[in-house]
């Protein structure tokens, strides 16, 4: 196992920054408890380049391949950011109206897949996580379903491997995606041990970077649970992106975490990461 050097510090200041996309020669991110959307250059530059109209903080981003942006609300669910400014739900969701969406992926053919949990009202405990496709005709439909906790997901180069994190499951879980978006072969992809990740990345040696909110970490691994390389941070690490003009440097999302009743009105502890690694990132999330 290689640990990598500490990484520097491109942003502070943010609330929890999460679902980092590299995008248009910048990092795109979601500033959560915010209703910003915030683009990052590798010098530190920043704006906030989005702000949301919903009540509730984004959770998720991504872009389909026409360019209009995709956000996840978990008040407002999938929207679409229109060429005139405005927003329009992507998907009919309605089907699904107790889940609380989180994750989204768009990959090569213009699929997108979200992933969601129901919750006990009174315990805001999880149950079963599912994950649902929505094509490019805005047909939706769900694909898979007894999944610990859904959380980042990430689709290979070639189209053919979903891979997702079980942040309760602590295990990173694989399907085989079919033409027409369909998953099946679901299968452990890598075990993590105590682990619990969280957003993730492929790079193009087919291994996956996760990162890890009570590790304060992120760790590659390849397929069969052999870690590779480690990135220490001192708080926790919510997401990670390969991104930058090679796409060999590693974003990573990190803030201090105090559970999801004190968010709100948190001090901002929220920072941006950068380090150099040497694979480059593959698939989708695609540096676009």
Request: net charge negative; aromatic share 8%.
């Amino acid at each position: 196992m290689n640990n990598l050097p500490s990484p520097k510090t491109l942003m502070t200041g943010l609330a929890f920054g999460e679902s980092p996309r590299w995008h248009d020669g910048r990092l795109w991110f979601a500033n959560w408890t915010t209703s910003e959307i915030i683009a990052v250059d590798e010098d530190g530059t920043s704006e906030v380049a989005v702000h949301l109209p919903f009540d509730e903080f984004p959770v998720s981003i991504d872009w389909l391949p026409d360019g209009r942006m995709l956000v996840v609300s978990r008040s407002h669910g999938l929207n679409a950011l229109q060429a005139d400014g405005t927003w329009q739900p992507y998907g009919d969701l309605s089907a699904l109206a107790g889940m609380v969406w989180n994750e989204i992926v768009v990959d090569g053919r213009g699929n997108t897949y979200i992933n969601g949990s129901s919750f006990d009202p009174a315990t805001f405990t999880p149950g079963p996580g599912i994950i649902v496709l929505i094509t490019p005709d805005e047909t939706a439909r769900q694909v898979a379903t007894g999944i610990a906790f859904p959380n980042g997901m990430a689709v290979s180069s070639d189209n053919a491997t979903l891979v997702i994190a079980e942040s309760h499951g602590k295990k990173l879980t694989a399907f085989a995606v079919a033409d027409d978006g369909t998953l099946s072969d679901q299968r452990t992809w890598a075990e993590l041990g105590d682990d619990s990740p969280d957003g993730i990345c492929f790079d193009d040696e087919g291994a996956v970077w996760y990162a890890s909110v009570p590790g304060k970490h992120c760790v590659r691994v390849k397929e069969g649970g052999e870690v590779l390389q480690t990135i220490a941070a001192d708080r926790g690490c919510f997401a990670c992106m390969l991104g930058g003009e090679d796409r060999r440097t590693l974003f990573i999302m990190v803030a201090e975490w105090h559970g999801m009743d004190k968010m709100i009105g948190a001090p901002r502890t929220g920072q941006v990461l950068a380090a150099n690694v040497s694979a480059a990132g593959a698939g989708w999330p695609d540096a676009k």
